[in-house]
């Protein structure tokens, strides 16, 4: 079961292969990062614009050091991350070049999915992670959602499905946040953690908006 189906998605990702895969919030579609011909591949497959970055995906919280430049405490990582969070931060040289080449950031998602952290640790470097739909089209919260990406996609994990498929506020995604400036930080997405999210940065680091 568990074992193989993360060994399987880990060997069509090293295979240069691009993998749909449940979230804590909604579908992904994931890629090697550090891979330039898959993530061009992704960029393809949602007909999605150039210039939007992609987010990576990370197995632990601690690997994140090797991707980025962390200007805020640990605690407040962990505060955040695993979860529906998606914390911006200066990327490092580590990185893809051809990841994102057109920003100095990147968006990092540690999800609070036990699949899909065991698939992001079997893999040797981060994931590229995008949601499972065509570029302007909602978001999806089962693998039948988007049949339409399915011919296009080496593997199909169905871990069946993801929230309310009925509410509105499942599909949000997660919370877009820009940490990159020291002290404070910037919606860039409300998702669907926002106030617990702003509660934390406020009130326990004393964060202020990057707009005050």
Do not use: M
């Amino acid at each position: 079961g568990w074992g193989e189906a993360v060994a399987a998605a880990a060997a069509a990702l090293q295979a240069g292969g691009l993998v749909a895969v449940p979230t804590d919030t909604v579908y992904g579609v994931a890629c090697l990062a550090q891979d330039s011909a898959a993530v061009r591949s992704i960029y393809s497959l949602k007909g999605r614009n150039g210039a939007k970055p992609l987010a990576i995906c990370l197995g632990d919280v601690e690997r994140l050091y090797r991707y980025c430049r962390v200007n805020v405490p640990d605690e407040l990582l962990r505060d955040l991350l695993p979860g529906p969070v998606t914390l911006v931060l200066e990327r490092s040289e580590e990185l893809n070049k051809d990841l994102n080449p057109f920003t100095s950031l990147v968006g990092v998602r540690v999800p609070d999915h036990p699949f899909l952290r065991d698939l992001a640790r079997a893999c040797p470097g981060p994931l590229a992670l995008t949601s499972a739909n065509l570029s302007s089209r909602g978001s999806t919260l089962s693998v039948l959602e988007f049949q339409d990406l399915w011919p296009q996609l080496s593997l199909v994990v169905d871990g069946g499905p993801i929230g309310d498929i009925q509410s509105p506020e499942c599909r949000l995604g997660s919370t877009v946040v820009d940490l990159s400036v020291s002290g404070k930080f910037s919606i860039i997405r409300p998702g669907c953690a926002l106030a617990p999210t702003v509660e934390i940065l406020k009130k326990k680091y004393g964060l202020v908006p990057e707009s005050s």
